[in-house]
């Protein structure tokens, strides 16, 4: 597997240096879209059919899509290239069978990769993948990433749990396989400034997050956003839709620690990057789907502010912002950001 090395820019954020934000044009988008089961309709939540799998493969293929993996949109955004095609990346979580038995023949008859995040505790477990058939599809282009060892709650524990989990999977990982994994997924999508500051530590040149948006040059390259597909979400108009979204371009300068703690509802400030790319008068917001939010943009300061106006009851909450184009008729722009509370 090709290992990408990466140059590091870095951005002050409420005081924490995050090396993942690029603070580059933000000429590169491209939506990254992560799926779990596939024809297992025993979980619907986080599943699939095979029907609508194969019909955004297809959507793909008929529309000229360049499909490529996570860590090449780490290295095309980190160049910041400009893309003349059309361009997304497919990841799946977990490593369960069904991607082997039921999504791994389809992305073959299209001729399509993806990035394969594998739980090394689960495998070879009822349901998941063996290390024989992750090889398999590892030789026939899939990429391979690291998806923890146990999946387990990290933010819940001290920093040493996080720590020596990692240790686990990537010495099994490179027992297994030969290599270790360079890209990350957080279970769950959760993670800390200290989980960050360990990946760096042990090698990792990217993560994968599980709050909704566009990869671009504005991606925190260690909190990727990725548009989760299942259940209601996957139909295909909601995913041609997706294929075709920009990121809006801000970077958070307060709330971003992610964690719910002290004020409840949490603030989020936002530094809007570059408003003249977007129709600044119809920014729209929402929290977990509803419009249940104070939200305000000073044009002088171009900052935007969102709250919840309702106590943060769930574990993961997400606040988002979409707003249209401001040249372009039928392009939109997405950010997401993902609180926790403990």
């Given at each position: 597997?090709?290992?990408?090395?990466?140059?590091?820019?870095?951005?002050?954020?409420?005081?924490?240096?995050?090396?993942?934000?690029?603070?580059?044009?933000?000429?590169?988008?491209?939506?990254?879209?992560?799926?779990h089961r596939f024809a297992?309709?025993?979980?619907?939540?986080?599943?699939?059919?095979?029907?609508?799998?194969?019909?955004?493969?297809?959507?793909?293929?008929?529309?000229?899509?360049?499909?490529?993996?996570?860590?090449?949109?780490?290295?095309?955004?980190?160049?910041?290239?400009?893309?003349?095609?059309?361009?997304?990346?497919?990841?799946?979580d977990?490593?369960?069978?069904?991607?082997?038995?039921?999504?791994?023949?389809?992305?073959?008859?299209?001729?399509?990769?993806?990035?394969?995040?594998?739980?090394t505790d689960m495998v070879g477990n009822k349901d998941f993948m063996t290390w024989k058939e992750i090889r398999e599809v590892e030789n026939e282009g899939i990429e391979i990433g690291n998806h923890s060892h146990e999946h387990a709650y990290f933010v819940d524990?001290?920093?040493?749990?996080?720590?020596?989990?990692?240790?686990?999977?990537?010495?099994i990982f490179d027992e297994k396989l030969g290599f270790v994994p360079v890209l990350y997924s957080y279970p769950y999508g959760e993670y800390t400034h200290e989980m960050i500051d360990l990946l760096h530590q042990y090698g990792l040149e990217a993560a994968a997050a599980q709050?909704?948006?566009v990869i671009s040059g504005y991606s925190d390259l260690m909190a990727l956003p990725r548009f989760p597909v299942a259940g209601s979400f996957s139909n295909?108009?909601?995913?041609?839709?997706?294929?075709?979204?920009?990121?809006?371009?801000?970077?958070?300068?307060?709330?971003s620690a992610h964690i719910v703690s002290g004020k409840n509802p949490p603030l989020l400030k936002l530094h809007l990057l570059n408003p003249g790319l977007i129709n600044t008068k119809a920014l729209q917001s929402f929290i977990a789907g509803s419009v249940n939010c104070s939200f305000?943009?000073?044009?002088?300061?171009?900052?935007?502010?969102?709250?919840?106006?309702?106590?943060?009851?769930?574990r993961r909450t997400v606040y988002t912002i979409t707003a249209p184009s401001a040249t372009t008729s039928g392009v939109w722009y997405w950010y997401s950001y993902l609180w926790i509370k403990k």
């Amino acid at each position: 597997m090709k290992k990408i090395v990466l140059l590091w820019v870095s951005m002050t954020i409420a005081g924490f240096v995050s090396p993942g934000y690029s603070q580059i044009t933000g000429k590169t988008n491209i939506p990254c879209f992560t799926y779990h089961r596939f024809a297992d309709d025993r979980y619907p939540s986080t599943n699939i059919t095979l029907p609508d799998f194969e019909n955004h493969l297809k959507y793909l293929k008929q529309n000229n899509f360049n499909v490529i993996t996570l860590g090449e949109v780490v290295s095309i955004v980190k160049e910041d290239k400009q893309i003349d095609h059309k361009t997304v990346a497919l990841s799946v979580d977990d490593g369960y069978k069904t991607f082997y038995e039921n999504a791994m023949p389809l992305l073959k008859k299209y001729g399509f990769t993806a990035t394969l995040f594998i739980n090394t505790d689960m495998v070879g477990n009822k349901d998941f993948m063996t290390w024989k058939e992750i090889r398999e599809v590892e030789n026939e282009g899939i990429e391979i990433g690291n998806h923890s060892h146990e999946h387990a709650y990290f933010v819940d524990y001290n920093i040493k749990k996080f720590e020596e989990d990692l240790q686990i999977s990537q010495k099994i990982f490179d027992e297994k396989l030969g290599f270790v994994p360079v890209l990350y997924s957080y279970p769950y999508g959760e993670y800390t400034h200290e989980m960050i500051d360990l990946l760096h530590q042990y090698g990792l040149e990217a993560a994968a997050a599980q709050n909704s948006g566009v990869i671009s040059g504005y991606s925190d390259l260690m909190a990727l956003p990725r548009f989760p597909v299942a259940g209601s979400f996957s139909n295909l108009q909601q995913f041609k839709a997706k294929t075709n979204m920009k990121a809006l371009p801000v970077n958070p300068v307060s709330g971003s620690a992610h964690i719910v703690s002290g004020k409840n509802p949490p603030l989020l400030k936002l530094h809007l990057l570059n408003p003249g790319l977007i129709n600044t008068k119809a920014l729209q917001s929402f929290i977990a789907g509803s419009v249940n939010c104070s939200f305000q943009y000073d044009q002088t300061s171009n900052m935007i502010t969102m709250q919840s106006e309702n106590k943060l009851n769930e574990r993961r909450t997400v606040y988002t912002i979409t707003a249209p184009s401001a040249t372009t008729s039928g392009v939109w722009y997405w950010y997401s950001y993902l609180w926790i509370k403990k």
